[in-house]
């Protein structure tokens, strides 16, 4: 006889679930107020929740005609003005998406370091979410398009998000409140294999 699949049927099964995952350290209903950042040279994404998961702010940075040095210095100022003004105290920023391809992947290159280095500076605790890792969490599917992704927030959280950069701003900001502390682990553990798991063996999805 094959062996029944464990399936939960409440909040109580799910957070054993999570808790066996070792994905159990939630910011959910926490002192922190989060924030995800999606790095663009054009509009960087930027959207911060409070630890209800309720959105307080969003933004998108566009530095204009701003090129080389000028620009990077732009949307850095402006991201770490933002943080302050709202509280945050931890962050989850994409990473580098290592099969981009171009003359621009050097300019975002620089980016990354320069938002990196002054949330560091500011002592800001932040993480860092593969693009794979995020589209995981968001639509089940580490090669999610952008189509797929607005259409998961869409259905997971009855937002109707057409910007892509804030959208995926919105993602990992949901993805740290939901995962916390977690997150290293999640995106160790390859975040779509993880989702793969509790979806196929326990019938759920994280949010």
Known sequence: ????????????????????????????????????????????GVIILNSKGEIIHEALVKPKKLKGIARLVFIRDEVLSILKKFGVTVVAIEGYSFGSRGRATFSLGELGGVLRVGLLDNKYDF???????????????????????????????????????ICDAFGL?????????????????????????????HQISLY
Not at 127 to 154: Q, Y
Not at 180 to 198: L, R
């Open 1 to 44: 006889m094959a062996k029944k699949q464990a399936v939960a049927q409440s909040p109580e099964d799910l957070k054993s679930i999570i808790e066996k995952l070792g994905l159990d350290k939630s910011f959910k209903n926490s002192h922190h107020v989060i924030c995800g950042v999606d790095p663009s040279l054009q509009k960087t």
């Open 173 to 201: 900001a949901r993805m740290c409140l939901v995962l916390g502390e977690s997150m290293p682990k999640f995106c160790a553990k390859g975040g779509s294999q993880v989702m793969k798991k509790i979806r196929e063996k």
């Open 127 to 165: 993480f860092d979410v593969s693009p794979s890792s995020l589209k995981s969490f968001v639509a089940e599917n580490g090669a999610a398009d952008k189509v797929m992704m607005r259409a998961a927030v869409k259905n997971k959280y009855k937002l109707d998000i057409r910007e892509d950069n």
